[in-house]
T-cell receptor
């Protein structure tokens, strides 16, 4: 089965700084997504990463705060910009594959703590 | 809009007890339904899924049946083990896009020996 590599696995950052999270898949995928899991809460979709074009953001999320890139079919980055303690969460990359099941797989996540 | 509601946790059971975690949903069209599991210190994993009414998803002794009449997808296991201790998430995918999931709030299960 496919392997999704997400890094860093965790980081502690200072308020006002930015962090870029990488997601690499070892096979071509149809779609890539970024989710956020705030402490003690469920997962919320941030955006769909589109290859070669701007990401599609869900309500409540904007490009200036969460810029996303997807230069090819197997790689995407999410940047958390101008961080505040409220951004402390687990950020997860997820992908779907072009097969009959279109199964959604998740990366292991990035645990972000903002001081 | 679409939504998923799970029973509140945490749920604490003794080993070999019967497990039910309730999940109900609100959606337009014909969503696919999923249960994901997050073991301590690990990433989110697909446990089982069902794509149409009356389908039963099953895996590792867990089962869930897609009930359109009651808009439910309850997770059950006949005999839980300590290793089943984890957080369980119910989720749905709208009929137009299987990649965008709407998750319930998660239910923590703790199984004691």
């Amino acid at each position: 089965s496919a392997v999704i590599s997400q890094k860093p696995s965790r980081d502690i950052c200072q308020r006002g700084t930015s962090l870029t999270i990488q997601c690499q898949v070892d096979s071509q995928v149809t779609m890539m997504f970024w989710y956020r899991q705030q402490p003690g809460q469920s997962l919320t979709l941030i955006a769909t990463a589109n290859q070669g074009s701007e990401a599609t953001y869900e309500s409540g999320f904007v490009i200036d705060k969460f810029p996303i890139s997807r230069p090819n079919l197997t790689f995407s980055t999410l940047t958390v910009s101008n961080m505040s303690p409220e951004d402390s969460s687990i950020y997860l990359c997820s992908v779907t594959f072009r097969d009959s099941n279109e199964k959604l797989l998740f990366g292991s996540g990035t645990q972000l703590s903002v001081l | 809009g679409d939504s998923v509601t799970q029973m509140e946790g945490p749920v604490t059971l003794s080993e070999e007890a019967f497990l039910t975690i309730n999940c109900t949903y609100t959606a337009t069209g014909y969503p696919s339904l999923f249960w994901y599991v997050q073991y301590p210190g690990e990433g989110l994993q697909l446990l089982l899924k069902a794509t149409k009414a009356d389908d039963k998803g099953s895996n590792k002794g867990f089962e869930a049946t897609y009930r359109k009449e009651t808009t439910s997808f309850h997770l059950e296991k006949g005999s839980v083990q300590v290793s089943d201790s984890a957080v369980y998430f119910c989720a749905l995918s709208g009929s137009s896009n299987t990649g965008k999931l709407i998750f319930g709030q998660g239910t923590t299960l703790q199984v004691k020996p």
